[in-house]
């Protein structure tokens, strides 16, 4: 089993539409997690943290759920820029070796 | 650009030969990152340094596969006896220290034949 597992998608949405991404990881000693988004052939970079609170970044929102080991990201009125892949990131330990899922494929049309 | 760098952005090699990749990190960031990458999946840890020391090593870093970082600043990851499962994006990242945002360099294509 993955130590982050994410549906692969496609999510094919029309602008403006809210899309909601999951992701569940298997390591209890997580300590920090992110969501990074990834353009095609291009490296990946930091969406947003995620706190255990909750965090709203304009259209973006993170949940972290730790007894369910489940993290989420909503995204409201999509645009097409959003279209990428946006991967979910864990790290466990001092080493802060990030810990990726496979992640999930946005496309947005018009 | 201030960013991480990395050469080369792309390399073709037969199967069987040596390669080496360089990454540059950010200015005084003394933590560097190097993961892998391959088609549909997400980077993968390969290993770390602390300033010029490696600290982790993933299983997957095999014998034939060697980092270094000999004084802290710019580093290496050499492959040698590529096979073709090697054929891979191999990114670089650095941070300032632990748990700061790790920024990722542009990737180095590796294509094995």
């Known amino acids: 089993r993955k130590e982050v597992e994410q549906d692969p998608g496609p999510f094919n949405v029309p602008e403006g539409a809210t899309v909601a991404f999951n992701c569940t990881y298997s390591n209890s000693a997580s300590q920090s997690f992110f969501w990074y988004r990834q353009d095609c052939r291009k490296e990946p970079k930091l969406l947003m943290s995620?706190?255990?609170s909750g965090n709203e970044d304009g259209r973006f929102t993170a949940q972290l759920n730790r007894a369910s080991q489940y993290i989420s990201l909503l995204i409201r009125d999509s645009k097409l820029s959003d279209s990428a892949t946006y991967l979910c990131?864990?790290?466990?330990?001092?080493?802060?070796?990030?810990?990726f899922g496979s992640g999930t494929r946005l496309l947005v049309r018009p | 650009d201030t960013g991480v760098s990395q050469d080369p952005r792309h390399k073709i090699t037969k199967r069987g030969q040596n390669v080496t990749f360089r990454c540059d990190p950010i200015?005084?960031?003394?933590?560097l990152y190097w993961y892998r990458q391959t088609l549909g999946q997400g980077p993968e840890f390969l290993t770390y340094f602390q300033n010029e020391a490696q600290l982790e090593k993933s299983r997957l870093l095999s014998d034939r596969f060697s980092a270094e970082r000999p004084k802290g600043s710019f580093s290496t990851l050499e492959i040698q006896r590529t096979e073709q499962g090697d054929s891979a994006m191999y990114l670089c990242a650095s941070s300032l220290g632990r748990g700061d945002e790790q920024y990722f360099g542009p990737g180095t294509r590796l294509t094995v034949t």
């Open positions: 995620v706190y255990s």
């Open positions: 990131v864990v790290n466990k330990d001092s080493s802060y070796k990030l810990i």
């Open positions: 200015s005084e960031h003394n933590r």
